[in-house]
């Protein structure tokens, strides 16, 4: 049985077109936002919605495939694992948690508005 000790899987849209950069090593990888959606029924029988923001992290060969196929509104469906990491900006420390992705699968088209 696959590992089932920090994985994660979402379905979701890309919040922007995805950004590929290459690190100082050599290594390529894309970032982007994904945007995933519950639907509910409020008390008062009015619908809601509560949409959850992701940073995504694409590293290898999934790369070019996001470089090539990905960009904003599309629908992706994705594994990775959690990743919590810090950085410092002008001598402030920031906090950050992503999903790096193993896999991902590409879904129907882009939302139409």
Known sequence: ???L???????GRLGQDPEVKTTTTG???ATFSLATSD???RSDGEKGEDTQWHQIVVWG???SIVESYLKKGQEVALEGKLVHRS?????ERRYITEVNVNEMLM???KKES
């Open 5 to 11: 000790r920090n994985s994660v899987q979402l379905i």
């Open 39 to 41: 639907k509910f029924k």
């Open 87 to 91: 950085y410092e900006i002008e001598g």
């Open 27 to 29: 290594k390529k990888l």
């Open 61 to 63: 060969k999934l790369v």
């Open 1 to 3: 049985m696959k590992s």
């Open 107 to 109: 879904l129907g088209g």
